[in-house]
Each structure stands twice: as structure tokens, then as C-alpha cells.
């Protein structure tokens, strides 16, 4: 852990998922200082982070950008530790090709009612609102076994789908891709913003060097990523880093911040989330 024990202790929230063990190894580890402050990590599935925030239960989180705009009057976004880029969106699968619009009335898995893939899903097309929530991993299960009609799946399962015998109806994020024009915002770092700027800023700029970190030193963390991705290979451990760390990761950016402010935009415009008046991230 970073730091000593009169530091002050703050929650910390991520997914075991290889992306984010890769990205926090550094900060918590101790490899990364945040003087002043050290980080009590608790690893969770992202819907589990999103109702933990939901909650107002961590201090600072991995949350899906579906989340952000129910709680964005509590929480502000961190530029830098989130997944959003270009080709790594949610997929939409099933047992057999059909047209999406055929799927309209018929149970779609998803992995979580604040997942951003729930949120892309609803975008594309208001009808596709027989939704089953489950947790990300028993998607495929379920599809395959007739269950559901189609699902929606994240994280390692756009590696792995074709072995349960299931075919890509659609990929959302090259929908969002060419209907924006804006890398899909997936999943961002927020943090309480009731800890103060001074906080905010020191916890973003140690995030910051964590990621520069697994940048610059990438087998440093795998003995981190491994212990909490057993069922994984190798392979798709390094596949999983490849597609959701990127530039973006250590900085959104002026494309990246309008991405998210596009995403929340559209969302806020159709109902989805409630409107707020609060700025989402921290004045650069």
C-alpha cells in the first residue's frame, strides 16, 4: 500500500479485469505515491462498483459512464485510469444472424442495468426494452442455452463468443463511433466530490503516473493482473489490456472529455438520466 499509517485512508474501487489491475497496480503497491493518502482497494464486477457508488459508498470508483449521470451532482470524473477508445465497444450477439430490429419484444441479456452497454443498447433503439440484467459472465451461458434471445456482452467475451457458438449482430460501438463521430466512453474513474479539490487533484495526478507507469514498465503489473484473472489465458489477459488501455487511459483529453459529454448528452436528451447543472469533470 501506498503510503504510512497516519496517512488518510480512502476507498478505492475497480474491477479485477485485466485493464484496471494493469492500470492500479503501480498506485496500489505503493509504486506510485500519493503523499498524504494511501488506498484501500476492493475489486468488484462493474456493475457491483456502479451500485457501490450508486450508494455513495466509495470514495473514488471505476464506474460505467451509464452511471455518471445519476450521480454526477456527488461525484466528478477523473481524467485519467478510464476505458474509452475506438474499436471496443459492447457487442450485441446471438444464435443465429437476424436483423436487430427483430429482436424488438424479445428478451436481451445485459450486463447491468448502469452498464454503459445497457445505455448504448437503448440509444440505438428505444425498443429493444425487454432487457434481462445479469452479471456480464453469464451472458454468453444464456444466449447459447436459448434463455434470452440475444445479449450483450463486454470485457473478454468479444474474444471469446464464437466458442459458444454465437454470431455478432452488432457492434455497438462502431454504431456510436459512426453516428457521433466520438471514441465510446465506457467506463471512467470518478470521486467524491466532497473530499475537495486540493484531494481531487493529487489523487488524478497520482492515477496519472500509475498508467505511465504500466506504460512504461507493462510486465511490472503482471504477476497483479494474473492473480485476479486465473480463468483467463495469457493471451486474452494481454488482448484485454491492448483494447481498453490506450492514450485515452493516461489522458482523456479534449476528445475524450467531449466523448463523455456527448454520451451523457444524448442520454440526458432521451430520458434516460436526470439532468444536472454540475460540470463533470474538475476545471484544467
Known sequence: MAGTGSDRELSLGFSPCPNDTFIFNALVHGVVAC????????????????????????????????????????????????????????????????????????PIAVPGRYTTACLLLRLFDPALDNLVFMPFHEIMGAVGRGEVAAGVIIHESRFTFADYGLVRLLDLGEW????????????????????????????????????????????????????????????????????????????????????????LGRAEKAGLIPPSTHSIFLPS
Open 35 to 106: 503523499d498524504g493518502y494511501r488506498f484501500r482497494e476492493r475489486l468488484e464486477d462493474v456493475e457491483t462498483l456502479n451500485r457501490l457508488v450508486l450508494a455513495r459508498a466509495l470514495d473514488i470508483s471505476k464506474i460505467s459512464y451509464h452511471l455518471l449521470g445519476f450521480i454526477r451532482d456527488d461525484y466528478v470524473v477523473l481524467r485519467s485510469g478510464g476505458a474509452l477508445g475506438r474499436g471496443c465497444g459492447p457487442l450485441l450477439v446471438a444464435r443465429q444472424p437476424l436483423s436487430p430490429e427483430a429482436l424488438r419484444g424479445k
Open 176 to 263: 456510436w463511433e459512426r453516428d457521433s463521430g466520438c471514441p465510446i466512453p465506457l467506463g471512467g474513474i470518478v470521486m467524491r466530490r466532497a473530499l475537495g479539490t486540493e484531494v481531487v487533484t493529487a489523487v488524478e495526478r497520482a492515477l496519472r503516473s500509475s498508467v505511465q507507469y504500466a506504460f512504461d514498465h507493462p510486465e511490472a503489473a503482471n504477476g497483479y493482473v494474473r492473480a485476479h484473472s486465473q480463468e483467463l489465458s495469457d493471451e486474452v489477459c494481454a488482448a484485454h489490456i491492448d483494447l481498453y488501455v490506450n492514450p485515452f487511459s493516461l489522458a482523456l483529453g479534449p476528445e475524450g472529455e467531449s466523448a463523455v459529454e456527448t454520451l
